[in-house]
């Protein structure tokens, strides 16, 4: 809505004005989201749970060995 209002009605100070304004609120999104990272990880507020956080990912051939001649329990032989 800022935008638009400052289109129609102030042109020239748009025209001049409108690439520092869009660098200048990108830069604050940024430096916001920075901010709010640190913020919340210093009081242990780590976000949402969801199934992409977890460090198990219920596979057990997941921690076998790829290189060949490996031979570990459980898992195949390469």
């Known amino acids: 809505f ?6 129609k009605h ?3 100070w748009w025209a001049r004005h409108t690439y520092i304004l869009s660098a200048a609120l990108d830069a604050g999104i940024a430096f916001m989201g920075v901010l709010l ?3 919340l990880q210093s009081y242990d ?9 977890e460090g198990d990912d219920h596979c057990p051939l997941a ?4 290189a060949p001649g490996v031979v570990t329990k459980g898992c195949p032989v390469f």
Do not use: E, H, M, Q
């Open 2 to 7: 800022f935008n638009f209002y400052v289109y």
């Open 10 to 12: 102030f042109k020239s």
């Open 37 to 39: 990272y640190f913020s």
């Open 45 to 53: 507020i780590n976000g949402p749970a969801w199934w992409g956080l």
């Open 63 to 66: 921690v076998c060995p790829t």
